[in-house]
């Protein structure tokens, strides 16, 4: 046994509030995270375009710290001449220029100036001036070899611990931290001439600070490389000085000018990167910052969370209510299909007098009245077989042997032929036809054919009778001619034409017969004779007896035949078999028939 229809309610109401529901959230869920990713790579980004422009402006600041040494004249002489022919105001003039770079800023933690002219350099550490000391290896600092080997006046060392340059720093262990290092070339102008450098440390609270401001700390990263893809800040401290060596900052850097963000995945990391490159002359540094999927679609997650417990307190109370309205449908239906099983068994009547006002209630009523219905047949059928039965011995009583009608039908042919009565046995030809075909009770379905040509055998004698006062016509279509129609549906119209048609006033009687088929394959049989016709009043009883169903008192003899063949299309054809009758003011009689090409239903008859 399949699924009850309780079981189908159920399933069909659940799963009419999950689809729906859960598609709804799913389609919210995609659209919230989506219209999140696209406003936090536009606002991120425009935040990290500020941070990199006040971080540029920073530096550059910081780069441009050794400009103010060039108007300062005195200074820039003892870098012309050295420190040894004035040494006392020499030193002191470096002394004061020194102090007040130092303390124009804060974040500055050392400070190194080298005069070439004699090799001298000078530190100044936490406001504490060095003495003189002799610099001559002073190529052998990386950055200051760089810078003598290049164009560029100044170069920027990424963080590192601070150091003592050339040993003239005392920096204590406990003090020491990261710094970024400036280092500027001091050139005579406008000649160019080398004249020595000066080196800058600062702390990274600066540049802390402003980064600070572009995320949100232990929740989102943020990373600042150079050209060397060295880190100069990232929300990480550990990772502050090292080189950025991860997969995601190399496609980082592989990207198109002009994309603004990417989304990774890995074991490390899954979310949103927005990224932007530094202008001139930083060119190649980047900022990068980086936010998990977890905190950028925190929020959707929360209000998707929501709408599922929203659901799934919605889907519990469907469940209890789909429960309580299946009870409430299958209850008559299971009380149908017990009936239904009585009937099955034989026991033809039901044992409820009503299911309900709906739809199922319509159906017991149905069921009720198809009962009775039944019942009805069953009797009608009953009292059928018993006329049928009276019917066939009545014509058994009255038949002749037909053997010996036949035999005596063949004995005065053949005397007819020897009188050379040719005529006589033409008729008698006729008459045979027509008997044999009235008296074969095997045959109750027939090809249309056999009926024209019993119909022609009637005609055949009619018109011996009539002589030159009647003549008929019979067009009918081949392919008519073989489909199969109930026996004996012909014949009695056209006796009909004579028995009420023709009479004294008419002067030749015409019968026409047609039979064809109509494109909606209904095959339309006409039969029309030019009699006297009937009254309009005539008719409408007429019309009434055939499909009204009620015998007018002292008419009944009139419509007999067609009511008999009315009634017998109707239990082979059903509602698709329709008849119709019409008379002409003028006179004439014309009976149609409409039957399908093919009978749908065999009935058989004893």
Partial sequence: MGWSIRKKLIIFLMAATVLPFGTSIAITYYQTTQSLNKRFVSTNHELIKKGEEELTVYL????????????????????????????????????????????????IEQMHIYIDKGKDSYTNYHSRISGRGKYENIFSHPYYARLHHSNDFSVIQP????????????????????????????????????????????NLSKISAIAGRLYTKDVEDLYIMDENSTIIYSSKE????????????????????????????????????????????YKDWYIVKRIPYDVLYQGARQTAIINIVIGLITLVVVLFATMAISFKITAPIKVLISNMKKVEKGELEADFDSLGNDEIGMLGRHFKRMIDQINELILREYKLELENKSSQLRVLQSQINPHFLYNAFQSIGTQALKMNAVPVYSLLTSLSNIMRYSMNMKEDIVPFEKEIKHVKAYL?????????????????????????????????????????????????????????????DMVSISVKDNGVGVTEGHLDRIRQELFGGHIIEGKQRESIGLKNIFDRLQIYYGTQAAMSVESMEEGGFTVTIQIPRVMQKEVEHP
């Fill in 159 to 202: 963080p590192h611990e601070i150091y003592s340059y050339n040993q003239q720093s005392v920096i204590p262990n406990s003090q020491k931290k990261d710094v970024l290092s400036f280092h500027n070339s001091l050139i005579d102008l406008p000649s160019d001439r080398f004249l020595g450098f000066l080196s800058i440390d600062i």
């Fill in 238 to 281: 550990k990772d502050i000085g090292k080189r950025n060596n991860e997969k995601w900052y190399k496609d980082v850097k592989q990207r198109p000018h002009g994309e603004k963000s990417i989304e990774w995945k890995d074991k490390q990391f899954s979310g949103v990167i927005v990224y932007e490159s530094f202008s001139a002359p």
């Fill in 460 to 520: 055949s004698l009619q018109k011996q009778r009539f002589d030159e006062q009647l003549d008929f016509h019979i067009t009918v279509e081949k392919e008519v001619e073989e489909i199969l129609v109930p026996k004996m549906i012909l014949q009695p119209i056209v006796e009909n034409c004579f028995k009420h048609g023709f009479d004294q006033q008419v002067e030749k009687a015409v019968i026409h017969i047609e039979a064809y088929l109509n494109d909606d």
């Fill in 60 to 107: 550059d600041d910081v780069a441009q710290m050794s400009t103010v040494l060039y108007r300062y004249t005195p200074f820039m002489s003892v870098m012309r001449d050295g420190i040894s022919q004035d040494f006392i105001t020499n030193q002191e003039e470096v002394r004061r220029a020194l102090a007040y770079l130092f303390n124009s800023r804060p974040e």
